[in-house]
Nanobody
Framework: QVQLVESGGGLVQAGGSLRLSCVAS????????MAWFRQAPGKEPEFVVAISRSGGSTYSADSMKGRFTASRDNAKNTVYLQMNSLKPEDTAVYLC????????????????????WGQGTQVTVSS
């Protein structure tokens, strides 16, 4: 089992940047595919970006390509989300998710594929 704790959220003006972090407990972090989702009030979680176990493969939602990038440091049990050119519609709670997988390159994009979730960190973008 793995526990996930996100940090780095906050209030930022439109056009600004934020870097979110998600730290995982345990010693097998490199066995987990990771992803970021976001959830606005009253809405279902929305896929943002996923990254493979090795970090060699990533996939971003179309609306975020070129603005949001995921990376990971398996030695630090941490996955990151770099968000640039933020827009007011990016306002949401950003959630980190993990799935145990034997495939080092597979990307998972559906929320239902993930077994572990953090509590989230709030990102608010002002216009």
């Amino acid at each position: 089992q793995v526990q996930l704790v996100e940090s780095g959220g906050g209030l930022v003006q439109a056009g600004g940047s934020l870097r979110l972090s998600c730290v995982a407990s345990g010693r097998t972090f490199s066995s987990y595919g990771m992803a970021w989702f976001r959830q606005a009030p009253g809405k279902e979680p929305e896929f943002v970006v996923a990254i493979s176990r090795s970090g060699g493969s990533t996939y971003s939602a179309d609306s975020m390509k070129g603005r949001f990038t995921a990376s990971r440091d398996n030695a630090k049990n941490t996955v990151y989300l770099q968000m640039n050119s933020l827009k007011p519609e990016d306002t949401a709670v950003y959630l980190c998710a993990a799935v145990l997988t034997s495939n080092s390159a597979t990307i998972y994009r559906q929320a239902t594929q993930y077994d572990y979730w953090g509590q989230g960190t709030q990102v608010t973008v002002s216009s």
